[in-house]
Every structure is written in C-alpha cells, then in structure tokens.
C-alpha cells in the first residue's frame, strides 16, 4: 500500500516503465483524469519508488521541454535509467507520430525529455512497441480517424525499427502475412522473435451512436467522443467473431511471420505458452 500523495491524480490511457538507476523507479507519464464533468490531461511525470513506498514528481531541468499529454503512446526501457515515449493521442484527438526519451539524472528527483530527431514513423496510437537489444520494433495501431458520423477506424500492419544506437527509423519489409491490420493488441519478446497477440483487427466503421442506444445521452457520448473512454468503449465492441485468436510471430532474422501453434500433448489438450512450434 501507499499513502495518498498531493498533486498524483487518477490517471488512464498513460505509460509507466520500471527503471533501475539510480534506484529502482516506476516511471509514469501523460493519461487523463476527470476533473468534475470534464476530461483534462496530466502533463506531469511521475515515479514511485519501491524501497520507500513514496511518490515523486520529477523536477525538469528544462521545465518547458517535454513532450505533449498524450494517451495510447507505447513505453520501453531503453536504458537503467532511460525510457523511450512514441506515438499517441493528444487531448485535441490528433494522433502523434513523435518519439521522446526521458532520462532519469543522478539525482532520482530529477529528470529530462529529449526529442528524437529522426525519420519518424507515421502517426500512431494503440500499437506495441517490444525492444530487441539496440532495436525497437513498433507494430501496428490506429493511424486514421475520420470523425463522421460513422467513425471509421483504420488500424495499421506496418512494422518500425528503431535504432536506438542512431536514433533513426526505418519501415521493415516482411515476409508471410502475420496478424494483419492490428490495434490494441499485446507484444512481447522471445529471443529474437516478437511474438502478437489480441487486439482489434481491419478497419472499423460503426455508427457511435447505435452503441450508445442504452447509455446516458448527450453527456456520456461527448465524454466518449472526446477522450481515451471512446476507444476503450470501441474495443470492448469489437465483435467477438472479430477479434484475432491466433498467435503470431515475427523473425528478426528471417524477417517473416509465423503462426505460433501449440503443440498438444497425448490427450489432445493444448497448454498455450508453455510448449509451443516454433518451426
């Protein structure tokens, strides 16, 4: 348990990574919080240290530098003692294509944003990001929203490298058809394989306005259609029949996708994610 801290505010839709140096740190970044009937970002930067149950808020070195509120981004470990921020949705609905790195200083309270300056990879949010040594691979997530009265929701299949020697981006070119067009999935390593799971597939186009049928009016749809709330709402009405059952793999080295299939045990039965074909 931890004690109530002044200025840390329920937050959703924002990042947190766990670094190491010069103490271990859960680092928290951006989301949203309620404020009364109304839906406000959180700008600040947050980390919570284990060894003394305590919060901080990070004091900047360059106050006015840092990176927008945002929700959806993806956060990695880069370091002991940096993290990487990319992509998002800020609070005005555009979907952010920038890539950030926070750096803890030696003194814990202390910290600082660094803009990447590269080829960035195309607007983002709701995708993965999964650090392979000194690369990232970002996957998919919704890059286009086109708020008519029929939201269509194009989610992408593309696949980003980063490289955190060069901090340069390059768009990967693959073999095998993999999951697809992917938002809100999950993604993780396994040696040099990243391995897709979940999410919500293609391109959506429902009417809002049919989903909210049974919720409280006016209020509730414009909550949803301004913050982070609409898109969790939209995944959890992602159609059963939709949502992607398999798991999938990407080679770094052979640069293609696999479906990942369980191998069963005499009596037929299936134990996911404790023996799993590779081949």
């Excluded at 690369?135 to 490289?163: F, M, R």
Aim: with cysteine; net charge positive.
């Amino acid at each position: 348990r931890y004690h109530s801290t002044p200025g840390l505010v329920p937050r959703v839709g924002h990042v947190g990574v766990l670094l190491t140096e010069p103490d271990t740190v859960l680092v928290l970044f951006g989301g949203i919080t309620d404020v009364g009937d109304f839906v406000v970002p959180v700008h600040s930067t947050w980390g919570y240290f284990p060894r003394t149950n305590a919060w901080i808020e990070y004091n900047l070195e360059k106050d006015d530098y840092r990176p927008v509120s945002r929700r959806g981004a993806s956060a990695n470990a880069v370091s002991n003692r940096s993290m990487i921020v990319i992509g998002g949705l800020s609070m005005n609905s555009d979907i952010l294509n920038d890539t950030w790195m926070f750096t803890v200083s030696k003194s814990s309270h202390m910290g600082q944003w660094q803009k990447v300056i590269a080829d960035q990879p195309p607007q983002r949010f709701g995708h993965t990001s999964v650090v392979f040594g000194s690369k990232i691979l970002l996957y998919g997530g919704i890059d286009s929203i086109a708020t008519t009265k029929h939201n269509v929701i194009q989610c992408s299949s593309e696949l980003w490298e980063l490289d955190l020697t060069f901090l340069q981006w390059r768009k990967l070119y693959y073999k095998g058809t993999g999951p697809g067009r992917l938002c809100f999935h999950a993604a993780t390593g396994n040696g040099e394989k990243m391995v897709v799971s979940g999410g919500c597939p293609l391109k959506i186009n429902e009417n809002i306005d049919e989903w909210l049928s049974y919720g409280n009016g006016t209020k509730l749809r414009n909550l949803l259609k301004r913050s982070f709330y609409y898109f969790q709402f939209y995944f959890l009405n992602c159609k059963t029949r939709d949502r992607p059952t398999k798991l999938w793999y990407y080679s770094i080295l052979l640069k293609h996708w696999n479906e990942l299939v369980p191998l069963p045990f005499e009596d037929g039965t299936l134990i996911m994610g404790q023996l799993l074909n590779w081949n």
